[in-house]
């Protein structure tokens, strides 16, 4: 890749400097305006942290505006293989525009792709928050019991955590195993019926993607306990994972009273 920072002006003679970045993932917009203010220059419309995040509005996830963000003239294009669309990805490439795509899977894989995205955005090193999330992970006790869930996602239709996801792990670390950790969709639809059937000891309702809340969601799983969860901490892979292991084991908690 330095060859192509050189064409491109991100070298200098002392070393590397930061480059124009888009992001196409809140997760790493988070992280990229947390670690290098100023280096992004477009991110999506989800893009919600930082709050006061001042950059231009590129579009959706599945549906980025090529065109706008080609005139931003970026030097670089962070996206997800699960967030972003592969024809929207190939057509940035075709406009001549660098896409870094990531694969997140796991929380392990989650530091891995978070220290490559930094690097290649131009961090001169490893930022402290990175550090102090994978601690709070890496000090996690052995859960003393294990518990099963029912995680949806979406409703109407019902959608759930299926097989390997991000949110699955994150879960599975904290003691917490869903239903349809085998099943062989990533996101099945799942008749709700058939979700109640399933007899989970818990119903984990994120606020993202779709907005459960406490009117929102717990009245279809009557006599089961819901833990309404935030969706940054379950989902994201950026800063709030520091505080995500805290934030989700006080929800869960807070499902059993």
């Not at 970045?21 to 991110?43: N, Q, R």
């Not at 706008?68 to 990805?89: C, F, G, Q, W, Y």
């Not at 969601?217 to 379950?234: I, K, M, Q, Y």
Request: negative net charge; proline residues 9%; glycine residues 8%.
């Amino acid at each position: 890749m330095d060859g192509l920072r050189r064409r491109r002006g991100w070298w200098r003679d002392s070393g590397p400097f930061r480059a124009r970045v888009v992001s196409l993932v809140p997760s790493l917009t988070e992280a990229v305006a947390v670690t290098l203010p100023g280096a992004l220059v477009g991110a999506t419309d989800w893009c919600s942290h930082p709050a006061d995040l001042d950059v231009t509005r590129i579009g959706g996830t599945k549906n980025p505006k090529v065109d706008r963000i080609v005139a931003l003239a970026p030097d670089l294009v962070i996206a997800n293989e699960e967030e972003n669309r592969a024809a929207d990805l190939d057509a940035l490439r075709a406009a001549g525009a660098e896409v870094l795509v990531t694969e997140v899977r796991s929380v392990p894989q989650a530091f891995t792709e978070l220290d490559r995205v930094l690097t290649a955005c131009g961090a001169p090193g490893r930022p402290g928050w990175l550090d102090a999330a994978e601690a709070a992970w890496a000090a996690l006790p052995e859960p003393a019991e294990r518990r099963t869930a029912v995680v949806p996602v979406w409703r109407r239709p019902w959608m759930v955590l299926g097989r390997d996801t991000f949110a699955g792990d994150v879960l599975a670390r904290l003691g917490v195993d869903h239903v349809y950790a085998t099943h062989p969709e990533r996101y099945p639809r799942i008749p709700l019926d058939e979700l109640r059937a399933a007899h989970p000891d818990v119903v984990v309702l994120p606020d993202e993607p779709y907005r459960f809340t406490a009117d929102d969601g717990p009245e279809a799983f009557p006599g089961l306990p819901c833990a309404l969860v935030s969706g940054r901490h379950l989902t994201w892979y950026g800063p709030s994972l520091a505080e995500a292991p805290r934030v989700l084991a006080g929800a869960l908690r807070a499902a059993r009273r």
